[in-house]
């Protein structure tokens, strides 16, 4: 579909990079549906990332994305999933190409700036976490 869904994650936000961050998001050609400002407790971020429960690093994981505030937001473009990974870059952002998200914001593998869904499926189903209908544009 066109649509995939993000998260500013703390490291982030508390590094005074969310406006740079969402300027490159709508630069990159990605139009905001919806979005929020908000802090995840333990309980939620655990719950978010339920599919990664049997990773070695799920307890670091969740720490950290409850460690302080987040943006989440849905986005909209063509081939929006596989468009924004890209823009983003790889998880690690040793590894993440010149000039992605990744490569200018983030710390470490852990502390990696911003989350992109990584399907169709889960982009609707993580937007859904997050978001009501009404909240939708
Ligand atoms: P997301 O867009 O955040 O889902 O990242 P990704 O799809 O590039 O990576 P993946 O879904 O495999 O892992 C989810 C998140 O777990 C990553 O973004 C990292 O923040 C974290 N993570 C992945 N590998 C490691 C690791 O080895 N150590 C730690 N501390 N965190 C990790
Ligand atoms: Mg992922």
Not at 36 to 51: D, N, P, R
Not at 56 to 78: H, N, Q, R, T
Not at 88 to 114: C, F, H, Q, V, W
Request: glycine share 8%; hydrophobic share 40%.
């Amino acid at each position: 579909t066109n649509k995939t869904f993000t998260m500013i994650k703390p490291d982030a936000v508390a590094n005074g990079h969310t406006g740079a961050i969402l300027d490159h998001i709508i630069k990159g050609g990605f139009k905001i549906i919806a979005m929020k400002y908000l802090a995840l407790s333990k309980e939620t971020a655990g719950k978010f990332y339920e599919v990664h429960k049997e990773r070695p690093f799920y307890g670091e994981l969740v720490d950290f994305m409850s460690s302080g505030p987040i943006v989440a937001a849905i986005l909209e473009k063509d081939n929006a999933v596989e468009d924004f990974r890209k823009l983003i870059g790889a998880t690690d952002p040793a590894k993440a190409d010149k000039g992605t998200i990744r490569n200018l914001y983030a710390e470490s593998i852990g502390a990696n700036a911003i989350h992109g869904s990584d399907s169709d499926e889960n982009a609707k189903i993580e937007g859904d976490f997050y978001f009501s209908a009404l909240e939708k544009f």
